[in-house]
């Protein structure tokens, strides 16, 4: 699946930044899709936060207006540079999603924003589990990624979106039911919401605090 403005997608940013910013006139536009996940958060200037996946640091720029303390990871150095460049507020580390170089408890918040769907099932599985490991205790995982669509004129347009830009992982969250997959790893989910007709979801899931 996926053509070739995939590639080119990620080889130029320009062309990345125009097809988030059409793509998100769904719901509201591109910086308020950026900021779906981190709606109802309370991030302080001393809040320890790991943008997950931070690609660019499209959504580390408006974490680093709250906190001091704000990490991106990203498995591509190519990202990383980018991220630098574009948010050097924040601190950055080299490392997959799935097998974090990040201490157990170290986070109070852990975001990510439509980057799950590029994970097959058992990588997205073996990530919530380094998400669960790294969050303090109370600590909360916010994210946004695809949803099967709950109103069906809404369909076409991502299944168009998905062929033209996404891979197979992308289909198969569709079929996933990713509350119950966070609630597998141990998270409670305090919020769940549907946008653009049902083809996007916001999750905050809790970690609970220790007994």
């Given at each position: 699946?996926?053509?070739?403005?995939?590639?080119?997608?990620?080889?130029?940013?320009?062309?990345?930044?125009?097809?988030?910013?059409?793509?998100a006139?769904?719901?509201?536009?591109?910086?308020?899709?950026?900021?779906l996940?981190?709606?109802?958060?309370?991030?302080?200037?001393?809040?320890?936060?790991?943008?997950?996946?931070?690609g660019?640091?499209?959504?580390?720029?408006?974490?680093v207006?709250?906190?001091?303390?704000?990490?991106?990871?990203?498995?591509?150095p190519?990202?990383?540079?980018?991220?630098?460049?574009?948010?050097?507020q924040?601190q950055?580390?080299?490392?997959?999603?799935?097998?974090?170089?990040?201490?157990?408890?170290q986070?109070?918040?852990?975001?990510?924003?439509?980057?799950?769907?590029?994970?097959?099932?058992?990588?997205?599985?073996?990530?919530?589990?380094?998400?669960?490991?790294?969050?303090?205790?109370?600590?909360?995982?916010?994210?946004?990624?695809?949803?099967?669509?709950?109103?069906?004129?809404?369909?076409?347009?991502?299944?168009?979106?998905?062929?033209?830009?996404?891979?197979?992982?992308?289909?198969q969250?569709?079929?996933?039911?990713?509350?119950?997959?966070?609630?597998?790893?141990?998270?409670?989910?305090?919020?769940?919401?549907?946008?653009?007709?049902?083809?996007?979801?916001?999750?905050?899931?809790?970690?609970?605090?220790?007994?």
């Amino acid at each position: 699946m996926a053509t070739i403005l995939r590639d080119w997608s990620y080889r130029y940013q320009w062309l990345y930044d125009t097809i988030t910013s059409v793509a998100a006139v769904a719901v509201g536009g591109e910086k308020r899709l950026r900021q779906l996940p981190l709606q109802g958060l309370d991030i302080q200037p001393e809040t320890e936060v790991l943008d997950l996946c931070c690609g660019a640091g499209q959504v580390t720029r408006f974490l680093v207006e709250s906190s001091n303390r704000v990490t991106g990871l990203d498995a591509s150095p190519f990202a990383i540079k980018r991220a630098k460049d574009n948010v050097p507020q924040a601190q950055y580390v080299q490392g997959f999603a799935e097998n974090m170089p990040l201490g157990e408890c170290q986070f109070d918040i852990v975001q990510t924003s439509a980057a799950l769907h590029e994970m097959n099932p058992q990588q997205l599985r073996q990530i919530l589990k380094e998400v669960y490991r790294v969050l303090k205790p109370g600590g909360t995982f916010a994210l946004i990624d695809f949803h099967q669509p709950t109103n069906k004129l809404f369909f076409p347009g991502l299944a168009m979106f998905l062929w033209l830009f996404e891979t197979e992982t992308a289909w198969q969250l569709l079929e996933m039911d990713l509350a119950k997959e966070l609630e597998d790893v141990g998270f409670g989910i305090g919020k769940q919401q549907l946008y653009a007709g049902g083809s996007l979801q916001a999750i905050h899931a809790k970690k609970p605090y220790m007994k």
